[in-house]
């Protein structure tokens, strides 16, 4: 195979592109996954309950997301209404939610960051996590 | 080595802008922007299933091929087609001695 | 629905129904002087409802409901109605025009040609076109750009510019009063309060135009330029866009062809004036 170089790249009469092959680690791929929640996301109010009432009403949230029987050592009581997306967002920068304290709202910041597409809140947290300065 | 297949050319739509090509995959609706060597892969590969080895002799026929790092033509092009197999642009070839790429 | 308004932006006709009577009101005067559908038929129907029967009078809170509607919707006071039926608005476009690709960008026109400003939420793309209008532009829209795959033109979408925080007394300091929408403090963005477009901006709304320039827009520390080339253009416009995947090839000849034909650079800017002045110097020199 000849060496890089020689060819010219745009030669008179040359039929043969130069073609750099690159390093095997190198990434030649970007797959376009546009962002329609955070369009959306950005022309809507959202929120998100916690825990989905489906999956885990009754339920506390320990300190790493998880759903928990009530009462369990280390978790938390979940909030009495959804958590709103600007408070989310706030709470995303380290803030503490309405009426939660630091260890709380960490929990409940840890739940949200585990929803599943389908699960109520999905969306509503993948249009937060969109940059937009 | 896997022998890998593409959609025949008609599948992609093309743009190339700056070095660089955006490309639309008709059967998935999913756009990609490639680099090189990848749309010269696509466009080598159209010319039937090939492992890794014959598509960088065919590329070394239509092409100068510059080997950038000093890595093996073949190793670096086996790695693009597993890139593009995981996108879903080429495939691993059925019962040509393929395995499902990872 | 007890009460409701229809009117037309542009090429798309809606129909806003609601349980209660003040955000129908509050419609009706921010959208004097805007035709109806065409033929009377809305392409979309928003819905202001109460969560409950008994929240229309208890602590009256609105959902917005309508042709397409997103998971997680919240309800708003109905104090902030009109903010309620705008949002619904938007949400049938972002989910269901198929005729255009929807840009989430601002866009104003002279001679013809427009210029597009894409860029996130609070980086004063709003407040940029809005005073663009007020300065010898023409306003196609301030939240949506629609680009016909078929011609590469732009239609206009020229809704009530959504005007938030420290923009209101920008305008407020440019307009008549009589076309500034009521004040809606506490919304989820803070403060609102909705512009009526200029009046030729709604003459002439059934008047496409061609795409000169593109620009990126951001508050910076000082006045800075960067040209922006067609793939990372491309890249951003996706993102920036609510139906490209549900266009398909359609979406991509549309982008693509934007991105080739019109030049894009992104803007940093201090202030409003420096952006003005900016935009100005950018399309005598750029825009062709």
New interface residues.
């Given amino acids: 195979?000849?060496?890089?170089?020689?060819?010219p790249p745009s030669g008179a009469g040359a039929t043969?592109?130069?073609?750099?092959?690159?390093?095997?680690?190198?990434?030649?791929?970007?797959?376009?996954r546009?962002?329609?929640a955070?369009?959306?996301g950005?022309?809507?109010?959202?929120?998100?309950p916690v825990p989905d009432p489906r999956l885990g009403a009754g339920k506390w949230i320990d300190g790493r997301g998880q759903l928990v029987d009530a009462g369990t050592a280390g978790s938390f009581r979940p909030p009495n209404r959804?958590l709103?997306?600007?408070d989310i967002r706030k709470a995303m920068q380290g803030a503490n939610f309405p009426g939660a304290d630091y260890e709380t709202s960490r929990a409940y910041m840890a739940y949200i960051r585990k929803l599943q597409n389908g699960m109520?809140?999905?969306?509503?947290y993948q249009s937060l996590q969109?940059?937009?300065? | 080595m896997p022998v890998y297949r593409v959609d025949p050319p008609a599948c992609r739509l093309s743009v190339e802008a700056e070095g660089m090509t955006l490309l639309y995959h008709r059967p998935s609706g999913i756009t990609h922007v490639l680099l090189p060597p990848a749309p010269e892969i696509l466009t080598a590969l159209a010319d039937g299933p090939a492992d890794p080895a014959t598509l960088a002799a065919r590329l070394a026929v239509s092409h100068a091929i510059g080997d950038g790092d000093g890595e093996d033509a073949a190793a670096v092009i086996a790695a693009r087609l597993g890139e593009l197999a995981a996108v879903g642009l080429v495939a691993v070839a059925p019962g040509i001695g393929g395995r499902v790429a990872g | 629905m007890r009460h409701a308004f229809s009117v037309r932006i542009g090429p798309v006709g809606f129909r806003v129904g609601s349980a209660w009577p003040q955000p129908i009101a509050a419609m009706r005067r921010l959208y004097a002087g805007y035709p109806p559908p065409r033929d009377g038929i809305a392409d979309f129907t928003v819905r202001l409802e109460p969560t409950r029967p008994w929240r229309r009078w208890l602590r009256p809170s609105a959902m917005v409901r309508g042709d397409f509607t997103l998971p997680d919707a919240a309800p708003l006071p109905l104090a902030q109605g009109l903010l309620a039926a705008e949002m619904g608005m938007n949400l049938q476009m972002a989910l269901g025009a198929r005729r255009w690709l929807l840009l989430h960008a601002s866009c104003v026109e002279r001679d013809g040609r427009a210029l597009l400003m894409s860029g996130h939420s609070g980086a004063g793309k709003s407040t940029l076109s809005a005073l663009l209008g007020e300065r010898g532009w023409r306003l196609l829209g301030d939240e949506f750009a629609l680009l016909d795959p078929a011609s590469g033109v732009i239609h206009p979408f020229p809704r009530p510019v959504s005007l938030k925080n420290e923009a209101i007394a920008v305008m407020a300091a440019e307009v008549a009063a009589d076309r500034l929408g009521p004040l809606i403090p506490g919304t989820p963005k803070g403060d609102i309060r909705h512009l009526r477009p200029a009046a030729d901006a709604l003459a002439r709304m059934d008047e496409p135009a061609t795409p000169a320039m593109l620009l990126f827009p951001r508050f910076g520390a000082s006045a800075d330029v960067r040209p922006m080339g067609a793939i990372e253009t491309f890249v951003r416009l996706t993102q920036a866009s609510t139906n490209y995947v549900v266009l398909g090839e359609a979406g991509f000849a549309a982008l693509t062809g934007l991105v080739r034909g019109v030049p894009a650079m992104a803007i940093d800017y201090p202030d409003t004036a420096a952006a003005i002045d900016l935009v100005e110097r950018l399309w005598a020199e750029t825009a062709r």
């Fill in positions: 195979m000849p060496p890089a170089g020689d060819v043969r592109r130069r073609l750099m092959l690159g390093a095997a680690a190198a990434s030649t791929v970007v797959t376009i546009p962002a329609l955070a369009t959306v950005s022309v809507m109010n959202c929120e998100v959804p709103k997306a600007e109520s809140g999905f969306t509503c969109m940059p937009r300065a």
